[in-house]
């Protein structure tokens, strides 16, 4: 899901997170930064095949942090709330969410299996 006031320069985004790429302090940088694209949904190709679409979107300082440690190992859904961004590179105008706050759904497979162990009456 997205949703994009380019007058306002303000996004919000919801999807999951792939190709994070963090840089921390300890590469020599004065704060953290973390670039990664944000899955927001499918559609179909001309084709008949479905493609991702996606946002770049870039974070820095504790959100980066945050970010590289919910994403190390996984592929969580995120909740981003950001700024809106048009710039120039390599000749060509690039468009990213700069990331100004950021949640995490969490999943439960484990807890749903319990509640249905607890509960077998109930369909869940």
């Not at 001309?46 to 974070?59: H, I, M, N, R, S």
């Not at 909740?79 to 390599?90: A, F, P, V």
């Amino acid at each position: 899901m997205i949703l994009l006031d380019k007058e306002n320069n303000s996004a919000l985004l919801v999807g999951t997170a792939y190709g994070v790429k963090y840089y921390g302090v300890e590469d020599g940088r004065e704060t953290s930064f973390c670039r990664f694209r944000c899955n927001y949904g499918f559609r179909e190709s001309d084709f008949g095949d479905k493609e991702q679409l996606y946002f770049t979107c870039v974070a820095f300082g504790e959100k980066a942090d945050y970010i590289a440690a919910v994403t190390d190992n996984a592929k969580p859904t995120l909740l981003i709330c950001g700024r809106w961004e048009e710039r120039e590179y390599n000749g060509g105008m690039k468009e990213q969410v700069v990331v100004e706050w950021v949640s995490v759904q969490p999943t439960f497979p484990a807890a749903k299996k319990k509640r249905e162990e607890e509960f077998p009456d109930i369909d869940i």
